[in-house]
């Protein structure tokens, strides 16, 4: 029966399309994790009534997942490159397939939400991974076109994810958006056994930096939890500079731990190359723009505009259409121009598009703020593939894992950041406009009115209060969209200084050196299957 199995197998996944076959694979397991990215929101109303769910609970049912995920990529992607990035993959797989059975089963607020970090654990371990087999996968020339198939789907999942997520809450239940993931996983294995190869960093021994983990799990922690609830805390609070301290003693643990273990998390020789730097800068500007606007613009959409979330959601397919058609595109590109050209241009169209909708008011209408969505996707598009082939293409392919975790990483603080600080420009840009619009209200109220503001306002009251916050939100939330248009057209800046030129492309005669050397470490990984 085995051998039945092995020979189809060999029929059926060549030499030739393995590669192939090894994309697909990674392709279904980004799907999954980029859909649980936006398809949840949508389902926290329904979650609230079915659980009775508090707010706290509601908020932590996204945090849980976001802190989890953003904290563990790099470890994720480390000990793929110790034991292997495959079995990583698939363990990553397999936590992510259960904890979202185990979602679906929940029977309290309390039971989703940990299950909710668990499936962050397992998204950390499968993002970085996803790229770094892809690197190992297809040769320099190709790899461009592969990791922006790679970019088309993951914008296809944050596409369908709102859209999906309503329709499942509405006509079945909100616990189907989670049973969706099992299924998908199963494949994604099963594909994966199958067709890619394992492979590891055969330069270092398998030693687990454990002080390395810890500094870097406390320092980003402590991080990403006072970006989260820093607008809820009040900036100055105890609690949130308590944060932002240990942070940052964490963080500089990290870096000097680091510098004195044989094998580092993470090898900041890294960053002496100028293209790596440039796009890990550019990952976290991209990201810092793309998801401070999709927030604030679905609270805009919804609380002044009237849509409800499903509603919302749809009005956002142009943007994520367009990228599902720029990704792949820009990553064909790549191979012929490099990505400089396209990571400028891209940030230069996503800096155009935040500054066009940065003129809302309360009376716009979704005709205008379609161009700036239509431009949003073409700019994201040109950036992401380029950019990961960018910062993949200048390491050692045997460091990938470490190097994807770490990029992964600048995305996923990036947006953290975006919101965080859009909300804090919000409620603070918008106290003046509630000072100046309800001056006979007393102090301390106009204080929580504008506090308000960073999740969107309150929706019930005296009509003239209302109104005042509207305007008041409306208003803070063009300026920030302006300061975020300038902040990205610095990036663009950044991306044409720092990116070195056809970054993408090598030499003929380093790819002929990188042969031998992916097929010693081939033969490597064989023997220690067997």
């Known amino acids: 029966m085995t051998a039945r199995i092995l020979a189809h197998r060999h029929r059926l996944v060549t030499d030739e399309n393995s590669k192939w076959w090894t994309l697909g694979a990674m392709c279904f397991a980004l799907f999954m994790i980029m859909l649980d990215n936006t398809v949840v929101n949508v389902a ?28 563990l990529m790099v470890t994720g992607g480390r000990l793929g490159d110790i034991f292997g990035r ?11 397939g259960i904890s979202s059975a185990a979602i679906g089963f929940a029977p309290t607020d309390t039971t989703l939400v940990l299950f909710r970090a668990v499936q962050g654990v397992g998204a950390a371990f499968m993002m970085p991974a996803t790229l770094s087999i892809i690197t190992q996968a297809f040769p320099a020339e190709q790899r461009g076109t592969a990791i922006g198939t790679w ?20 006509y079945v239940s909100w616990r189907a958006i989670f049973w969706i993931n099992p299924p ?59 944060l932002l301290i240990i942070a940052a003693v964490g963080l500089t643990a990290f870096v000097l731990i680091e ?34 606007q999709f927030f604030f613009l679905a609270l805009y959409m919804q609380n002044i505009l009237g849509y409800s979330p499903l509603q919302a959601g749809i009005r956002f397919l142009p943007s994520t259409l367009v990228l599902v058609v720029m990704g792949p595109l820009a990553g064909r590109l790549t191979d012929r121009v490099g990505p400089r ?10 800096s155009a598009a ?31 593939s380029p950019m990961s082939t960018a910062a993949m293409n200048s390491v050692d392919r045997t460091k990938s894992g470490a190097a994807s975790g770490v990029l992964s990483m600048s995305r996923m603080v990036g947006g953290t950041f975006g919101v965080a600080v859009m909300g804090a420009l919000i409620a603070t840009l918008g106290r003046s406009k509630i000072d100046a619009l309800l001056p006979h209200v007393p102090s301390g109220t106009r204080a929580t009115l504008a506090n308000s503001l960073g999740g969107g306002g309150i929706q019930h009251g005296s009509a003239q209060v209302v109104d005042a916050v509207r305007e008041a939100f409306v208003s803070a939330l063009g ?25 993408a492309k090598r030499t003929t005669a380093a790819v002929e050196a990188e042969q031998p050397a992916a097929a010693d470490q081939e033969a490597a990984s064989e023997l220690t299957a067997v």
């Not at 079995?87 to 992510?96: C, N, S, W, Y």
């Not at 044989?262 to 998801?291: E, Q």
């Not at 610095?490 to 056809?502: K, S, T």
């Open 354 to 384: 935040v500054f066009v909708q940065s003129g809302i008011t309360v009376h716009t209408t979704y005709l205008r703020l379609l161009p700036g969505f239509v431009l949003m996707g073409i700019g994201i598009g040109l950036v992401m």
């Open 86 to 96: 495959r079995r990583m993959f698939i363990f990553g797989v397999a936590v992510f």
């Open 479 to 503: 300026t920030g969209l302006g300061i975020s248009a300038a902040v990205t057209f610095c990036g663009a800046i950044a991306a044409w200084v720092l990116i070195e030129p056809m970054a």
């Open 341 to 350: 050209p396209l990571m400028a241009a891209g940030l230069l169209i996503v």
């Open 184 to 242: 998908i996983a199963i494949g994604a294995v099963a594909v994966t056994l199958f067709a890619a190869r394992e492979s590891r960093d055969e330069t270092v021994d398998r030693t687990v930096d454990f002080p390395g983990i810890a500094a870097i799990t406390i320092g980003l922690t402590a991080l990403v939890l006072a970006l989260v609830e820093g607008n809820e805390w009040h900036w100055g609070s105890t609690r949130v500079i308590s």
């Open 259 to 292: 510098k004195r273990v044989k094998a580092p998390m993470v090898n900041f020789a890294f960053f002496r190359s100028r293209t790596f730097l440039g796009a890990n800068l550019v990952g976290f500007l991209v990201s810092f723009a793309m998801l401070a």
């Open 151 to 170: 970019a088309g789907v993951s914008a296809l999942a944050l596409a369908i994810g709102p859209v999906l997520g309503g329709f499942l809450t509405e």
């Open 44 to 71: 926290l109303p329904s979650i609230q009534r079915d659980l009775h769910a508090s707010l706290s609970a509601l908020e932590w049912t996204v945090n849980a997942y976001t802190l989890t995920f953003a904290v």
